[in-house]
């Protein structure tokens, strides 16, 4: 830290992003701090086995990977609080960040908040995190080999997770708390069509069933109030995911949904000396590998600005909004 108490590096955000921009910039010697979060970790810590992780050919659990990423950080000098942001100023030099009454300041901030997948708000579904209660196919669709498993949600996100599970378990079972999808037609069509999934429609999860792991949901018809068991291996929720942007409203640019913007590929905000990483920023991909890559991306465009206003003359590492490219979703 600086004389005046200025640090060059901020990082909010305890997760795949947050660490590696840690990283990056502890190697780099700006002494970064990170504050992790109260509950550290992000959405590994919720997840069991983490199989798609390179560099970890047996697997690893998420909370553990986690762990190590800190570790890795923290051996390069990263320092830690484990707290909450309360309230942020980036609408000056320097860039201002409190945990309640505790005020921290920087030349850069680098956010990686995240994002959290909508729960469905049972207890028995928190009880059942990672034994069998999901909210990422990708991650986990092939643990259920042919099985049976249950799909919630009724957007494009639930249509996709239940088509890519066909290619794994031998039934799929689709539940929804309406009649019409919010999902594109295209994919409600393709689900329709495909002979592995049932639709389970105008329902709710009542409850999550088993003691140990996932052995069955119960489902209520809000139509007709009956209720029905259905037996699975697994449930995939999948009724949307929320960034946790709250903090930034009125600082940062963001889309509809609340996701930062960032200029094209870069992590550049458009608060100077603010640069956004991770889930965050990415309703697309939301995977552990991607929001690394992009917590390595923002360490490294906050040292470009940071030598820039040293007196050098960086090159910039992607040109502004030279690589945008515009959604077509
Ligand atoms: P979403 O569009 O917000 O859909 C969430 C779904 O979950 C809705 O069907 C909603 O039901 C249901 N839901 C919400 N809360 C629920 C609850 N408490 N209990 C039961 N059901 C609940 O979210 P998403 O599917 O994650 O998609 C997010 C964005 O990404 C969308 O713009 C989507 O088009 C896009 N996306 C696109 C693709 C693609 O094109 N390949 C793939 C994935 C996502 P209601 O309909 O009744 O509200």
């Known amino acids: 830290?600086?004389?005046?108490?200025?640090?060059?590096?901020?990082?909010?955000?305890?997760?795949?992003?947050?660490?590696?921009?840690a990283l990056y910039s502890a190697r780099a010697n700006l002494e970064p701090l990170v504050i992790e979060g109260f509950q550290w970790g992000g959405q590994l810590m919720i997840t069991s086995d983490v199989e798609n992780y390179p560099g970890y050919p047996d697997g690893v659990l998420g909370p553990q990977m986690m762990q190590d990423f800190r570790r890795q950080a923290e051996r390069f000098g990263a320092e830690f609080v484990t707290d909450d942001v309360t309230r942020v100023d980036f609408s000056s030099q320097p860039l201002r960040v409190w945990t309640g009454e505790q005020e921290h300041r920087a030349e850069t901030v680098i956010v990686a908040t995240g994002a959290t997948a909508r729960q469905l708000g049972l207890p028995s579904e928190q009880r059942l995190q990672g034994r069998g209660v999901t909210y990422c196919a990708t991650c986990d669709a092939a643990f259920y080999k042919e099985k049976t498993v249950v799909v919630v949600g009724g957007g494009d996100s639930a249509m996709e997770e239940a088509l890519f599970l066909t290619r794994f378990a031998s039934k799929v079972l689709l539940v929804h708390r309406r009649d019409a999808f919010r999902a594109s037609p295209i994919m409600v069509d393709r689900v329709r069509a495909n002979e592995a999934i049932e639709l389970v429609l105008d329902s709710v999860v009542e409850e999550v069933l088993g003691d140990e792991k996932v052995e069955a949901v119960r489902v209520r018809n809000v139509k007709t109030g009956e209720t029905t068991d259905l037996a699975t291996d697994g449930i995939f929720v999948a009724i949307g995911h929320d960034p946790t942007t709250a903090l930034f409203r009125g600082q940062l640019d963001m889309d509809d949904a609340g996701y930062l913007l960032t200029d094209g590929k870069s992590t550049v905000t458009k608060a100077p000396g603010v640069f956004a990483a991770g889930d965050v920023v990415d309703h697309v991909y939301r995977q552990a590998i991607t929001a690394a890559g992009m917590g390595c991306q923002a360490a490294l465009d906050a040292e470009r600005f940071l030598a820039a206003r040293d007196g050098g003359e960086p090159q910039p590492l992607v040109e502004e909004g030279a690589l945008a490219t515009p959604r077509n979703w």
């Open 1 to 21: 830290m600086s004389e005046n108490g200025i640090r060059k590096v901020i990082i909010i955000g305890g997760g795949p992003a947050g660490y590696t921009a």
